[in-house]
């Protein structure tokens, strides 16, 4: 891993400002997409700052307003 470090850096010397941009640039992108396969996101509050406030009793209600035509042979 070492090895690669300094392989790395010694090409970035001879990089231009714009292309040493780029290279961050990848590089973040990189770092970010092992972050986030490292981890399954938590999708607890995803949508804690839509301020939408639902009770049990409005998520029983949808529940039963959506199962009103459901087939009967498909239910448990």
Same mark, same amino acid.
């Given at each position: 891993?070492?090895?690669?470090?300094?392989?790395? +850096? &010694?090409? $970035?010397?001879?990089? @231009?400002?714009?292309?040493?941009?780029?290279?961050?640039? %990848? +590089? &973040?992108? $990189?770092?970010?997409? @092992?972050?986030?396969?490292?981890?399954?996101?938590?999708? %607890?509050?995803?949508?804690?700052?839509?301020?939408?406030?639902?009770?049990?009793?409005?998520?029983?209600?949808?529940?039963?307003?959506?199962?009103?035509?459901?087939?009967?042979?498909?239910?448990?």
């Amino acid at each position: 891993m070492k090895e690669a470090r300094e392989a790395i +850096a &010694r090409e $970035l010397e001879g990089l @231009s400002e714009k292309q040493l941009q780029e290279v961050l640039h %990848y +590089a &973040r992108s $990189l770092q970010q997409q @092992s972050s986030c396969s490292d981890k399954q996101r938590s999708l %607890y509050g995803i949508w804690k700052d839509l301020d939408i406030h639902l009770s049990e009793e409005d998520v029983t209600e949808m529940r039963r307003e959506a199962l009103v035509h459901f087939p009967k042979e498909f239910s448990g």
